[in-house]
C-alpha cells in the first residue's frame, strides 16, 4: 500500500512493515481466507466478503450443520487497512476494482473535467469499500425504510427492521442510536465507538453550526438533521468491518470456509426447474471452476457485482442479453434503478500551520496507545444532515463532510514535515475541504453487460443530475456550507472559501449559483453509496429483481441481501443498513431451511 503515496515511500514502507508486525492489529492468526478451491458440496454459498457477506456466512454457519462457503475476488483485507487515519489508502490500488462509469447519453451531465467519466473506487479485497473509506455509522431516517414498506417491500418498515440493527450493533452507549431501549439482549459484532483522537476545530466546527441554530449532538431516527461528530465502527483505535468483527471469531469451524481471490462469474441453474445449484468462478490460476450449493446462492457482491453476476448468468433485460447472444434464463429488470448520492468538494482554508498530521511520534502513539492521529480519519468524524428547501419536513436530504487533518503521505516522518514533504517553514494555511452532498437523489441510472466475457467490467449510466432537483439540492447544499464563514467562531479562524475558479468554468461569476452548477457537472463527486440495481418490492412488482424474502424473483435458492436491494437508497452512510440487510436475510434464509 505505501506504493500508493507514490514517490514519498521510504517511510510509509517502514511503518506497513511495523504494523504488519503488530498482532493485533494484522490479526494473522484468525484469518480464515484460503486460495484452494474446495473439491465439494456445500448447503450455502455466499459471494462476496465485503459489508454484506461475512454476516450471512458467519449467522448461517452458527447451525453446524450446514456447511458455508464464502467466496471473495480480491485477497484478504491488508494490515494497513486496519488503521483509521489511512482510510483512504486502499484506493486506486490492487484492492479497488477502479470502475469507470460511461457518460451520460446523449451529452455528458456530470464528470465534465474528465470527458463525462466518473471513476467509482469499490473494494476488491476481505472487507469490500468499508475496508477503504470511512467507518461513520449512520442507520438513516427512519423514513426511508417505512417508504420502502409502502411500496410494497412487506417486513421492511423500520418497526419491523430495528432489531436486525441492534444485532449488528455494541454501541458504547444505546443513546447515540436510539432513545429506546435495546430489543436485543446480546451485544452485536460491530463495536460502535467514537474515535479516540480528534482535531481541535472539529469542536469549533460544532461550536460554529451552533452558532447558526443547528443541533450539534445525538443526531439518530426522527431527529437526523444538525451536526455532530458522528460514531464509527472502530474499537481501540482499530477499524472495525464485518470480515474481522463477525468472521474471526468463528474461525476453527469446521463447516465455514473463506474462498478467496476466486472471482465468481455466473451462478449455474437448472433451467428446467429454474433452480440455483452452485456458481462457476475463475480461481487465483486463472482456471474456471465450478463449486455447488444444496440449498442456496445468496449475492453479496455489491451495487456493481450482483447485476453483473445475475446478468452473466442469463437472468437480466431480455431484450438486452438476447443482443449479446446470451441465453435467457429469466427476464428481469436487472441493472435498472442505479442510483448514488453525490458531491463536490469545495476547497476552503483556515489560519493554521500546515504540518503532516503522521510522523514517527504520532506511529509510536499510536502503536503504544492506539491513539492521536493514526487511529481517527481526521476532521472527517464531523458530519452534518440538513434540510434544503425541497426536503420533506425533519428528513435531511443534504449531508455535509468535512476532510482535513488526516495523514497524507509523509516522505520523512519528522516532526515539522509540511504536507507538500518540505521541512521547516510551511504554509500558514490549512486546507479544508467541504463535501456538501444530495442524498435523496431522483437521477435514475443503469448498468449493463459489456460483452459476452463475464470478466469484462460492466457498462455503467449513473445518470447523474439527469433529474435537476439532485443539482439544486447540491447547490443549496453548497450555500449552507458557506454559512459557517460568517460566524464568530469560524471568522476567529479566517475559515474562508478559498477563490479557485475551475477551468471549464470562466465564464461564470464565481461562487454564484449558475458557477456552482457549472462546478458541480465539472467535478463531481460519486460518493462511494452505489444502490438500488437488484431492486427489492413486492412478490408482483414488474420494476423489482427480488421479493420481500431477498429472493430472486422467478429463481429457486438464489437470493441478494446487499445495497443493490435498496429501493431507495438511506439519506446517510449505507454501511449500517448493508448489515441490517444481511442479518435480517441469514434469519429469513435460516427460517426457510429450519422449517424445511
Same mark, same amino acid.
Given at each position: 500500500?505505501?506504493?500508493? $503515496?507514490?514517490?514519498?515511500?521510504?517511510?510509509?514502507?517502514?511503518?506497513?512493515?511495523?504494523?504488519?508486525?503488530?498482532?493485533?492489529?494484522?490479526?494473522?492468526?484468525?484469518?480464515?481466507?484460503?486460495?484452494?478451491?474446495?473439491?465439494?458440496?456445500?448447503?450455502?454459498?455466499?459471494?462476496?466478503?465485503?459489508?454484506?457477506?461475512?454476516?450471512?456466512?458467519?449467522?448461517?454457519?452458527?447451525?453446524?450443520?450446514?456447511?458455508?462457503?464464502?467466496?471473495?475476488?480480491?485477497?484478504?483485507?491488508?494490515?494497513?487497512?486496519?488503521?483509521?487515519?489511512?482510510?483512504?489508502?486502499?484506493?486506486?490500488?490492487?484492492?479497488?476494482?477502479?470502475?469507470?462509469?460511461?457518460?451520460?447519453?446523449?451529452?455528458?451531465?456530470?464528470?465534465?473535467?474528465?470527458?463525462?467519466? $466518473?471513476?467509482?473506487?469499490?473494494?476488491?479485497?476481505?472487507?469490500?469499500?468499508?475496508?477503504?473509506?470511512?467507518?461513520?455509522?449512520?442507520?438513516?431516517?427512519?423514513?426511508?425504510?417505512?417508504?420502502?414498506?409502502?411500496?410494497?417491500?412487506?417486513?421492511?418498515?423500520?418497526?419491523?427492521?430495528?432489531?436486525?440493527?441492534?444485532? +449488528?450493533?455494541?454501541?458504547?452507549?444505546?443513546?447515540?442510536?436510539?432513545?429506546?431501549?435495546?430489543? %436485543?439482549?446480546?451485544?452485536?459484532?460491530?463495536?460502535?465507538?467514537?474515535?479516540?483522537?480528534?482535531?481541535?476545530?472539529?469542536?469549533?466546527?460544532?461550536?460554529?453550526?451552533?452558532?447558526?441554530?443547528?443541533?450539534?449532538?445525538?443526531?439518530?431516527?426522527?431527529?437526523?438533521?444538525?451536526?455532530?461528530?458522528?460514531?464509527?465502527?472502530?474499537?481501540?483505535?482499530?477499524?472495525?468491518?464485518?470480515?474481522?468483527?463477525?468472521?474471526?471469531?468463528?474461525?476453527?469451524?469446521?463447516?465455514?470456509?473463506?474462498?478467496?481471490?476466486?472471482?465468481?462469474?455466473?451462478?449455474?441453474?437448472?433451467?428446467?426447474?429454474?433452480?440455483?445449484?452452485?456458481?462457476?468462478?475463475?480461481?487465483?490460476?486463472?482456471?474456471?471452476?465450478?463449486?455447488? +450449493?444444496?440449498?442456496?446462492?445468496?449475492?453479496?457482491? &455489491?451495487?456493481?457485482?450482483?447485476?453483473?453476476?445475475?446478468?452473466?448468468?442469463?437472468?437480466?433485460?431480455?431484450?438486452?442479453?438476447?443482443?449479446?447472444?446470451?441465453?435467457?434464463?429469466?427476464?428481469?429488470?436487472?441493472?435498472?434503478?442505479?442510483?448514488?448520492?453525490?458531491?463536490?468538494?469545495?476547497?476552503?482554508?483556515?489560519?493554521?500551520? +500546515?504540518?503532516?498530521?503522521?510522523?514517527?511520534?504520532?506511529?509510536?502513539?499510536?502503536?503504544?496507545?492506539?491513539?492521536?492521529?493514526?487511529?481517527?480519519?481526521?476532521?472527517?468524524?464531523?458530519?452534518?444532515?440538513?434540510?434544503?428547501?425541497? +426536503?420533506?419536513?425533519?428528513?435531511?436530504?443534504?449531508?455535509?463532510?468535512?476532510?482535513?487533518?488526516?495523514?497524507?503521505?509523509?516522505?520523512? &516522518?519528522?516532526?515539522?514535515?509540511?504536507?507538500?514533504?518540505?521541512?521547516?517553514? $510551511?504554509?500558514?494555511?490549512?486546507?479544508?475541504?467541504?463535501?456538501?452532498?444530495?442524498?435523496? %437523489?431522483?437521477?435514475?441510472?443503469?448498468?449493463?453487460?459489456?460483452?459476452?466475457?463475464?470478466?469484462?467490467?460492466?457498462?455503467?449510466?449513473?445518470?447523474?443530475?439527469?433529474?435537476?432537483?439532485?443539482?439544486?439540492?447540491?447547490?443549496?447544499?453548497?450555500?449552507?456550507?458557506?454559512?459557517?464563514?460568517?460566524?464568530?467562531?469560524?471568522?476567529?479562524?479566517?475559515?474562508?472559501?478559498?477563490?479557485?475558479?475551475?477551468?471549464?468554468?470562466?465564464?461564470?461569476?464565481?461562487?454564484?449559483?449558475?458557477?456552482?452548477? $457549472?462546478?458541480?457537472?465539472?467535478?463531481?463527486?460519486?460518493?462511494?453509496?452505489?444502490?438500488?440495481?437488484?431492486?427489492? &418490492?413486492?412478490?408482483?412488482?414488474?420494476?423489482?429483481?427480488?421479493?420481500?424474502?431477498?429472493?430472486?424473483?422467478?429463481?429457486?435458492?438464489?437470493?441478494?441481501?446487499?445495497?443493490?436491494?435498496?429501493?431507495?437508497?438511506?439519506?446517510?452512510?449505507?454501511?449500517?443498513?448493508?448489515?441490517?440487510?444481511?442479518?435480517?436475510?441469514?434469519?429469513?434464509?435460516?427460517?426457510?431451511?429450519?422449517?424445511?
Amino acid at each position: 500500500m505505501a506504493s500508493k $503515496c507514490g514517490v514519498k515511500t521510504s517511510f510509509m514502507s517502514l511503518v506497513e512493515k511495523i504494523i504488519a508486525s503488530t498482532c493485533d492489529v494484522s490479526d494473522p492468526c484468525h484469518r480464515l481466507g484460503k486460495e484452494e478451491v474446495p473439491n465439494e458440496w456445500f448447503d450455502f454459498i455466499v459471494v462476496g466478503g465485503g459489508v454484506a457477506g461475512p454476516v450471512i456466512a458467519r449467522r448461517l454457519s452458527d447451525n453446524p450443520w450446514w456447511r458455508v462457503l464464502l467466496i471473495e475476488a480480491g485477497p484478504e483485507e491488508p494490515s494497513m487497512t486496519s488503521i483509521p487515519g489511512l482510510a483512504v489508502h486502499a484506493v486506486n490500488s490492487s484492492l479497488d476494482w477502479n470502475f469507470k462509469t460511461e457518460p451520460t447519453e446523449p451529452h455528458p451531465t456530470a464528470c465534465l473535467e474528465t470527458g463525462g467519466v $466518473c471513476t467509482w473506487p469499490r473494494g476488491k479485497m476481505m472487507s469490500g469499500t468499508a475496508g477503504m473509506y470511512g467507518m461513520m455509522y449512520a442507520r438513516g431516517h427512519p423514513e426511508v425504510y417505512n417508504s420502502w414498506a409502502r411500496a410494497g417491500a412487506t417486513g421492511w418498515s423500520y418497526d419491523e427492521i430495528v432489531h436486525y440493527f441492534e444485532r +449488528a450493533e455494541d454501541p458504547v452507549d444505546q443513546s447515540i442510536l436510539s432513545d429506546k431501549p435495546r430489543t %436485543v439482549a446480546v451485544p452485536g459484532p460491530m463495536k460502535i465507538r467514537f474515535y479516540p483522537h480528534k482535531p481541535a476545530f472539529a469542536d469549533e466546527v460544532l461550536k460554529a453550526a451552533a452558532e447558526l441554530g443547528y443541533r450539534t449532538s445525538n443526531l439518530k431516527e426522527y431527529r437526523q438533521t444538525g451536526f455532530m461528530v458522528a460514531p464509527m465502527t472502530t474499537d481501540n483505535g482499530v477499524r472495525g468491518t464485518t470480515s474481522r468483527n463477525y468472521l474471526r471469531s468463528a474461525y476453527g469451524r469446521t463447516n465455514l470456509r473463506v474462498l478467496i481471490n476466486a472471482q465468481v462469474t455466473k451462478v449455474l441453474t437448472n433451467q428446467w426447474q429454474s433452480k440455483a445449484y452452485g456458481v462457476e468462478l475463475i480461481d487465483k490460476d486463472g482456471y474456471k471452476r465450478i463449486v455447488k +450449493a444444496n440449498k442456496e446462492v445468496i449475492l453479496t457482491a &455489491g451495487a456493481i457485482g450482483s447485476p453483473h453476476i445475475l446478468m452473466n448468468s442469463g437472468i437480466g433485460p431480455k431484450e438486452h442479453l438476447t443482443k449479446l447472444g446470451m441465453n435467457v434464463i429469466k427476464d428481469l429488470p436487472v441493472g435498472k434503478n442505479l442510483h448514488n448520492h453525490v458531491s463536490a468538494a469545495i476547497l476552503f482554508s483556515i489560519k493554521d500551520t +500546515a504540518y503532516e498530521s503522521m510522523n514517527m511520534n504520532s506511529v509510536n502513539e499510536y502503536l503504544e496507545t492506539r491513539t492521536g492521529p493514526l487511529s481517527s480519519t481526521g476532521l472527517t468524524q464531523v458530519t452534518a444532515f440538513l434540510e434544503s428547501s425541497y +426536503a420533506a419536513n425533519g428528513i435531511p436530504d443534504i449531508q455535509i463532510f468535512f476532510d482535513g487533518f488526516a495523514p497524507n503521505c509523509p516522505r520523512t &516522518g519528522l516532526e515539522f514535515e509540511c504536507l507538500n514533504g518540505a521541512i521547516g517553514l $510551511c504554509s500558514d494555511r490549512r486546507q479544508i475541504v467541504v463535501r456538501p452532498t444530495t442524498l435523496t %437523489v431522483e437521477s435514475r441510472g443503469y448498468m449493463k453487460l459489456r460483452s459476452g466475457d463475464p470478466i469484462a467490467p460492466p457498462l455503467i449510466y449513473p445518470n447523474y443530475f439527469t433529474h435537476t432537483k439532485d443539482l439544486k439540492v447540491l447547490i443549496e447544499g453548497i450555500r449552507k456550507a458557506i454559512e459557517l464563514t460568517n460566524t464568530q467562531t469560524m471568522k476567529q479562524w479566517d475559515f474562508r472559501l478559498e477563490p479557485v475558479v475551475h477551468p471549464l468554468c470562466t465564464n461564470y461569476h464565481f461562487a454564484t449559483d449558475a458557477y456552482w452548477e $457549472c462546478y458541480v457537472r465539472a467535478a463531481t463527486g460519486p460518493e462511494n453509496h452505489q444502490s438500488g440495481t437488484c431492486k427489492l &418490492g413486492a412478490y408482483d412488482d414488474p420494476t423489482a429483481v427480488v421479493d420481500p424474502e431477498l429472493r430472486v424473483r422467478g429463481i429457486s435458492n438464489i437470493r441478494v441481501a446487499d445495497a443493490s436491494v435498496f429501493p431507495i437508497v438511506p439519506n446517510g452512510n449505507p454501511i449500517a443498513a448493508i448489515m441490517m440487510i444481511a442479518e435480517k436475510a441469514a434469519d429469513m434464509i435460516a427460517h426457510t431451511w429450519t422449517k424445511m
